[in-house]
């Protein structure tokens, strides 16, 4: 069903440092012109699957070298130059600094920052001659650039004043229930995608003109299904119109209804006779066709009759993975303030805000650096994943068994990506595998379209 929203380095100090600094006592006959660093390779910490707002920096040198007696602690010998998006200059200072006991050419240090690709590090001379000024530096490489930074380390806020205001329900009108009308607007739709949907627009509209009227009496769920059509979301389209799924049976029934047991339901999928029947709320009829078409991407994945909150968190991450796709298509998608659209919206926002591997991705469990993943709201979710979970707390939140449509909607985006299946239910791999699949395009265009901005 698918409901609405409501290890540290150490310090070369004390002995060690008094140690090295004799190392450093040299005969005036040697060369004690600094080294020339290298090379400098930045990485943000990982732990057990999850991203820090820490980084660990590798500083290699073109020669030996040995320290001077400078009295100063040696990370403070240290310093980072960061750019920063809006054009300043960010001073990042030392937590730890160790030079590796083995090779006298590599110095590692960590800091309380993420550090950006184009960085500078700056180290004193002093640090090979006392009596030295100045400093050497060199530009880092990283694996974060200073946007990726900004979004791997804070929440953004949407920028606009009234996209939390309370939905209104889209009137109903006689296209909504024309059959031509519908079909033109899924060849819109498709006409519209990257590269003109030339290679799915026939098998769209196939799929439209092949269900049976008795099974989806509504031309725009028609057109939502059909809409299905080459995305990783198609697989819904043979599960819900054919025998290939759980029950050996195509759904029995699609169509705008009261769901079952809760009138403020999106929809709902219930049992008839051992077919499933999707029932859409009737508030919905009115919203445009694409809308509606990650609520079916999602109610498919419910096969079986056990649900449990780690499978309505997952048929939700695909239904807003798809929306985001979707709205790369036609971003005015972003702006409508209906109640099936709204949902969408707040979802997607989340689940920008979210992404535990790559917060500065999308994802759906929490971020390093996000307090609230709707910020500036009195909703105190700090992930998508929470969101979600609050939506459904009388689920139980038992392992419940891998639904077919999931397994196929994560196999065709782990194959897109190279990268290893699992099962879609493990919330920690769904949330990597979405933040590696989602194109940046898209996540780019998601951003624009609902105006977001770092919260600080």
């Known amino acids: 069903m698918r ?52 980084s660990t920096i590798i500083v290699k040198f073109d020669r030996d070298w ?67 000024s100045g400093t050497i530096s060199q530009e880092i490489a990283s694996d974060l650039d200073e946007a990726s930074v900004v979004l791997a380390s804070q929440a953004l806020v949407v920028g606009n004043d ?9 009137p109903v009108t006689d296209a909504d229930r024309d059959a031509a009308v519908q079909r033109g607007l899924l060849e819109a739709h498709m006409r519209a995608r990257p590269g003109g949907g030339s290679e799915s627009l026939g098998a769209a509209l196939a799929v439209f003109d092949g269900i049976p009227a008795a099974v989806v009496p509504s031309p725009k769920l028609r057109a939502a299904i059909a809409g299905l059509t080459g995305t990783f979301a198609e697989p819904a389209i043979t599960s819900l119109m054919t025998s290939d ?7 029995a029934k699609v169509a705008f209804e009261v769901p079952e047991g809760n009138e403020a339901l999106v929809a709902r999928v219930t049992f008839l006779r051992g077919a499933r029947v999707i029932s859409v709320n009737p508030f919905a009829e009115g919203e445009r066709f694409e809308y509606l078409m990650p609520i079916l991407a999602h109610e498919a994945v419910h096969c079986d009759t056990e649900d449990g909150i780690a499978e309505e968190i997952a048929a939700t991450a ?121 194109d940046g395009g898209v996540f780019a265009n998601a951003i624009v379209a609902f105006d977001l901005v770092p919260e600080g």
């Open 3 to 54: 409901l609405g929203n409501a290890g540290l380095g150490v310090w070369v100090g004390g002995a060690v440092a008094a140690t090295l600094a004799l190392a450093g006592c040299s005969s005036g006959g040697e060369d004690l012109s600094p080294p020339k660093i290298a090379s400098v390779v930045a990485e943000r910490d990982v732990v057990d699957g999850k991203a820090k707002l820490t």
């Open 66 to 132: 040995e320290l001077a007696d400078t009295n100063l602690p040696f990370p403070s010998l240290f310093e980072i130059k960061a750019p920063q998006a809006d054009g300043s200059t960010k001073r990042i200072l030392m937590r730890t600094a160790e030079r590796s006991e083995t090779n006298s050419r590599l110095v590692t240090l960590t800091v309380n920052d993420l550090v950006p690709e184009g960085a500078t590090l700056l180290m004193q001379k002093k640090a090979f001659d006392r009596k030295a």
């Open 162 to 170: 009234v996209f939390y205001d309370a939905p209104v329900t889209a």
């Open 245 to 251: 799924n759980c029950t050996s049976r195509p759904v």
């Open 318 to 438: 695909f239904d807003g993975f798809l929306y985001l796709q979707l709205l790369a298509v036609d971003p005015e998608l972003a702006a409508a303030r209906t109640r099936v659209a709204r949902e969408l919206n707040i979802d997607a926002v989340a689940m920008i805000n979210s992404g535990q591997r790559y917060p500065e991705s999308i994802g759906i469990l929490p971020s390093p650096g996000v307090d609230a993943v709707l910020p500036l709201t009195n909703n105190a979710s700090k992930s998508f994943a929470e969101l979600v979970a609050n939506a459904y707390r009388g689920l139980p939140n038992a392992p419940t068994p891998a639904e077919t449509v999931a397994t196929v909607y994560t196999s065709l985006l782990a194959a897109a990506i190279g990268v290893e299946l699992k099962n879609p239910f493990d919330l920690a791999y769904l949330d990597e595998l979405l933040s590696l699949a989602v």
